[in-house]
């Protein structure tokens, strides 16, 4: 019996889950004896999510992983592996997809794949790819797999708190995909650094040097990027486009908003080093005297920031301030931020426009992992049409949550903070205030054996 290879592998479906209760970052700033715009103009966010001690990673993916299954009417039976992305480490041995096993052991299924994978914010882009390889591997048995994305983003108060966030993405991988992943176009940088880690296992805080964490991330979107236009070259030799003029639309991981702004230029400026001197000209007047530089000695370069970030705002705003949408009203969600930018950029496009376009994603994670690779929208109007239909309560559930005053979210935090591993514990947040089919923690034992619950879902409310 000949074995086909499964082509078009990619993205079957996609579902989020953000916070229901909020902080305006604007009254953040306010309530930090902060400078005005530090947080909403310097940092780009507007919103940021949170959970109080009712959720923890695991009712996160219990959350996204049975929504997914019911928004779509896939079958547990259905599902081949399972793998989970975060850097929310609640127990030091057990996984979370061992967790998530009680959404399929009634189902009779335990020949589920799979377990998690911890990076940082990259945890869960190697889901994804893990998700991919199994199904071009001689271990497919035809069934579908589900890569999941979650985290808690907490930080201590301070400036680093406002860069926090939450949530959780789930997504259907499987052959014949209206989002396709670009085959040989993966290009990686890893490295041993210390710009960001969580040495005290006794605490949600992390270790951040903030300068490095910068210079990191920007060091590593230079080789990613350097490597996949390489990559790109060598599957398509006969090509005129090299470079940004290949690619519709740039997805990055976004600690914050501006930072990711900062990001597009710097892609710009690559290409312009990359140029020849005939076209550097052409393309980039007046840029000129930065053309002996060299990468390395600009991360913190102002006037290079400055002249490519204003310069070329366009390509910004045309190829990704739409996929932003999500992390300047939600946050840092760390795993799930770069697929929180695909939905976003999904749910802030029309269908024409998103037609057989070619988009790039930058996944970081921080000491450090990172991936440039890119997705393949289908040429088929109805087919993506159908894809992007099951994302319409996306935004009608961000007006859906509440605000909360900095106050109370501070005190919130402290609880958390106080709490941390705490065992018996009975949480004290509002189960009233979470969305409708969410899981929660409603106990812990003495033995730290964690119990959740439902809240119900109303007739008709999906």
């Known amino acids: 019996m000949k074995v086909m290879w499964p082509e078009n592998v990619g993205i079957l479906a996609i579902e989020i889950l953000f916070p229901s209760q909020y902080v305006d970052q604007t009254e953040l700033e306010k309530f930090d004896g902060a400078s005005e715009g530090k947080y909403t103009i310097g940092l780009g966010q507007s919103r940021m999510g949170f959970c109080s001690d009712r959720e923890d ?88 797999a589900l890569a999941v994305c979650a985290d808690i983003a907490v930080y201590a108060k301070g400036n680093a708190r406002p860069t926090g966030g939450a949530g959780a993405v789930a997504m259907l991988i499987g052959p014949n995909a209206p989002l396709v992943f670009d085959r040989g176009l993966r290009a990686t940088y890893m490295k041993h650094a210390y710009d960001f880690y969580k040495p005290d296992l006794s605490s949600e805080y992390p270790t951040v040097d903030g300068k490095l964490s910068i210079q990191c991330y920007l060091s590593a979107l230079d080789h990613c990027y350097q490597l996949y236009r390489k990559k790109y070259e060598k599957k398509f030799p006969d090509s005129s486009k090299v470079g940004l003029d290949t690619l519709d639309a740039i997805v990055f991981h976004s600690p914050f908003c501006k930072l990711v702004q900062k990001s597009v230029a710097r892609l710009v400026f690559n290409d312009f080093l990359l140029s020849s001197e005939e076209k550097r000209s052409v393309r980039y007047p007046g840029l000129e005297k930065f053309s002996n530089l060299k990468l390395e000695d600009t991360y913190f370069d102002r006037e290079v920031e400055k002249a490519f970030m204003t310069g070329f705002n366009n390509v910004f705003q045309a190829k990704t301030k739409p996929s932003l949408f999500l992390a300047n009203q939600v946050g840092n969600m760390y795993t799930p931020s770069v697929y929180s930018g695909l939905v976003s950029l999904l749910i802030n496009s029309n269908i024409s426009d998103l037609l057989g376009k070619r988009v790039a994603l930058f996944s970081y994670g921080s000491g450090l992992a990172s991936t440039m690779y890119s997705i393949s929208i289908t040429n088929d109007p109805n087919t993506l049409e159908r894809f992007t239909s099951k994302l319409t309560y996306v935004k009608d559930l961000l007006e859906c949550r509440q605000k909360v005053p900095p106050e109370e979210f501070s005190n919130l935090m402290e609880v958390r903070e106080k709490n941390n591993h705490a065992a018996p514990y009975e949480p004290t947040g509002s189960v009233d205030v979470l969305f409708p089919g969410t899981f929660y923690l409603k106990s812990i034992d003495a033995l730290h054996r964690r119990t959740y619950e439902q809240v119900p879902v109303p007739n008709g409310l999906s």
Request: net charge negative.
């Open 57 to 144: 990673i695991n009712s996160l993916c219990l959350t996204v992983v049975s929504r997914l299954l019911d928004r779509h009417q896939v079958k547990h039976s259905q599902i081949g592996r399972l793998e989970v992305g975060t850097e929310t480490i609640i127990d030091k041995s057990k996984s979370v997809k061992s967790v998530l096993m009680q959404l399929f052991e009634p189902h009779g299924v335990t020949d589920l794949e799979g377990i998690d994978t911890t990076n940082a914010c990259y945890g869960g882009t190697a889901a994804v790819f893990n998700s991919i390889n199994w199904i071009e591997s001689s271990s497919w048995d035809g069934r579908l």
